[in-house]
């Protein structure tokens, strides 16, 4: 096992890193920014290093600086967390150079999955479903060729995409120029990667992913699915697991396809497959996170596998210790995001002092966050202050328990969107659990 990890991350998902390395008796390495100098993670990890101002670009993604931070402290591993560099290619490639673990999947994988038509490609080849649509497009011409192949609606989307970045609906032949102009240029900006492909707009779906966690001994188990389906511009904002739309049939078909893609890329680590699933109960492959997911707690909560403990052993060779048989899930758990922003005021992010913190309690209840009272939120990073988790015996339990727990919490000195979430999780749609993606696009906020 590790004697000491370097975390290359901020915020409540360093915090939990950190925690989960001290109950490992694991040492920790913190990275921060200059505005990140007062962060939890800084006080918690047992030595701090600042490595740039503000800008992420000058810190958290210094590639460089994290590195020269873990050789010189004779860090064994890197623990990226979600985010920032956990799906860098060159990054994972560097510190295998530099004789360091990287604490997620090879390099190679991250490449292979993070070129979004390349994995179509592999997934199609390895029998997996996936949505109608095109390879590489090169120009509008081409666009407009396969389009009417494939036929309105449809997506555009960025092959190097991510974060709902390089996106776009296209109803009708009229918005297709524009579309295309739009997605490709924000995809450059984003990624530095222009190429679009497209794929058949299905609606309405539930976008269900898959939790995988993979050794180095060629066992793959799949912990079962979470429903994300709960967005809002591509940004999931509730996550539950299990699914109400996943009978148990289902479930062992979408084991089944997961397990297969993981296998296709030789997968290691912890990773997720994630699919589309239409009215039918038809199954389509979206993408694979080759990452610890934000929302991981719910599939935590279920089965009651730490993930963050076991990415990190099998990250130092440990075999699992349990089978795709031997995992049973038991109660149901919902989570959500809490987000530093202005539903009122077009969802503006805010920062500033949080000036009064009440976090609700109570059995099954946990809020992973990296704010305090008197904590100042910077202005430079993502709007999520923390993530509220609930388990019970029955999905109607966790709702309650749910609902419950976002009146008692109370976040002030900053906007939040804790009533945003109160009104979602109340709402028929969401109760009945027949929301799908285009939900919040509908009005059921």
């Not at 490595?51 to 000058?58: N, R």
């Not at 150079?97 to 070129?115: L, N, T």
């Not at 062992?252 to 997968?267: D, H, I, N, R, S």
């Not at 929301?435 to 919040?440: E, G, H, K, P, V």
Request: proline share 3%.
């Amino acid at each position: 096992m590790f004697k000491k990890i370097l975390i290359a991350n901020r915020g409540e998902i360093a915090v939990r890193i950190i925690r989960a390395c001290k109950e490992m008796g694991i040492a920790t390495v913190a990275v921060f920014s200059e505005a990140d100098r007062d962060a939890m993670h800084v006080t918690l990890a047992d030595e701090s290093f600042c490595i740039g101002s503000a800008k992420a670009k000058d810190s958290y993604l210094n590639m460089g600086a994290i590195l020269t931070v873990a050789t010189s402290v004779k860090a064994e591993a890197i623990h990226p967390g979600y985010g920032l560099l956990s799906e860098n290619a060159k990054f994972s490639a560097l510190c295998e150079q530099c004789g360091i673990v990287f604490i997620g999947a090879r390099s190679d994988v991250i490449k292979q999955m993070g070129d979004k038509n390349a994995a179509r490609i592999t997934m199609k080849n390895a029998g997996v479903p996936v949505i109608p649509g095109s390879e590489i497009i090169a120009d509008i011409a081409q666009a407009e060729e396969q389009a009417a192949k494939i036929g309105f609606p449809l997506m555009l989307k960025a092959s190097a995409g991510g974060g709902g970045k390089g996106i776009r609906v296209v109803m009708a032949q009229t918005e297709l120029a524009s579309a295309f102009a739009s997605a490709s240029s924000e995809a450059t900006a984003a990624f530095g990667d222009g190429r679009l492909y497209i794929e058949k707009y299905l609606k309405p779906v539930k976008h269900i992913e898959m939790q995988l966690i993979c050794d180095n001994h060629g066992n793959v188990v799949c912990l079962g699915e979470r429903d994300c389906s709960v967005q809002r511009k591509n940004q999931k904002l509730i996550e539950e697991t299990p699914s109400v739309a996943v009978t148990p049939e289902l479930r062992e078909k979408l084991t089944a396809a997961a397990t297969k893609a993981a296998k296709a890329v030789g997968y290691n680590g912890v990773g997720t497959v994630e699919f589309l699933l239409d009215r039918h109960g038809n199954f389509f492959f979206c993408e694979m996170n080759t990452r610890l997911q934000v929302e991981h707690p719910v599939t935590e909560m279920v089965t009651g596998i730490d993930l963050v403990k076991w990415q990190i052993r099998v990250a130092a060779g440990i075999p699992l210790d349990f089978t795709q048989e031997s995992v049973k899930i038991n109660g149901h758990s919902i989570e959500c995001r809490i987000n530093a922003e202005d539903p009122k005021n077009a969802f503006r992010p805010c920062a500033g002092e949080i000036r009064f913190l009440h976090v609700p309690g109570g059995p099954w209840i946990r809020f992973d966050t990296a704010i305090y009272l008197g904590y100042v939120v910077p202005p430079f990073y993502d709007s999520m202050l923390g993530k509220l988790i609930v388990y019970a015996a029955t999905r109607e339990e966790a709702l309650r328990k749910m609902q419950a727990s976002l009146c008692e919490l109370v976040v002030e000195g900053i906007e939040t969107n804790i009533d945003y979430l109160i009104n979602i999780v109340s709402s028929d749609e969401f109760t009945k659990g027949t929301y799908t993606t285009d939900f919040l696009k509908n009005g059921g906020e």
